[in-house]
């Protein structure tokens, strides 16, 4: 079945980067797309972002460009998000999600979730 | 970007009855070419990640159960929960997939009455 496994929680200080993992499984890797999306606490849902899996392209939120670079790796099948320059506002529960229709669908399988709480 | 409006902001129902969810689109999510509407919807429990319910506006996810259907064209679309379950209560959440960004509704909490 399919599986998305993040990475654990990160705590870093503001101006800092952090990168979270995500593995997957149970699926063709190179036949998908991934986004984003994250969660301030008790707030709503974000999305940030979307990399297709085959070729490596990727399309931001405008929010995010510049600051947000999505990758991927094909032989560890694992999808990666960078982001820099961290502020207080960056503190959330950051999601990796499958899309379900070639990049033009839903999200159906969801990671975990990744905490990374900015403060210092 | 595309603003999606829930209403209610949350709304508390006896077990057994109806609950509906209401989302409106700032523009319109149906693709001509296709016929088919871009707004899916997610169920989220505390401390979970959220969960796809209905998608193409009213296809149900599989493996969700019936009483979940949607409905909607355009810019208005309904969530409805037909018979209300304890483990129905969550906060739910719209989302469009028509256009970049991709946006979520603020989320509508379901409690029990």
């Known amino acids: 079945q399919v599986h998305l496994v993040q990475s654990g929680t990160e705590m870093e200080k503001p101006g800092a980067s952090v990168r979270i993992s995500c593995k997957a499984s149970?699926?063709?890797?190179?036949?998908?797309?991934i986004h984003w999306v994250r969660q301030a606490p008790g707030q709503g849902l974000e999305w940030m972002g979307i990399i297709n899996l085959s070729g490596g392209g990727t399309n931001y939120a405008p929010k995010f460009q510049g600051r947000a670079t999505l990758t991927r790796d094909t032989s560890t099948s694992t999808v990666y998000m960078d982001l820099r320059g961290l502020t207080s506002d960056d503190t959330a529960v950051y999601y990796c999600?499958?899309?379900?229709?070639?990049?033009?669908?839903?999200?159906?399988?969801w990671g975990q979730g990744t905490l990374v709480t900015v403060s210092s | 970007d595309t603003v999606m409006t829930q209403s209610p902001d949350s709304l508390a129902v006896s077990l057994g009855e109806r609950a509906t969810i209401n989302c409106k689109s700032s523009?319109?999510?149906?693709?001509?070419?296709?016929?088919?509407?871009?707004l899916a919807w997610y169920q989220q429990k505390p401390g979970q990640p959220p969960k796809l319910l209905v998608y193409?506006?009213?296809t149900r996810e599989s493996g969700v159960p019936d009483r979940f259907s949607g409905s909607g064209s355009g810019t208005d679309f309904t969530l409805t929960i037909s018979s209300l379950q304890a483990e129905d209560v969550a906060v739910y959440y719209c989302q469009q997939y028509y256009y970049t960004p991709r946006t979520f509704g603020q989320g509508t909490r379901v409690e029990i009455e």
């Open positions: 523009q319109s999510l149906l693709y001509r070419s296709n016929n088919k509407n871009y």
């Open positions: 999600a499958r899309d379900k229709d070639r990049g033009m669908g839903p999200a159906d399988y």
């Open positions: 193409w506006a009213s």
């Open positions: 149970g699926f063709t890797f190179s036949s998908y797309y």
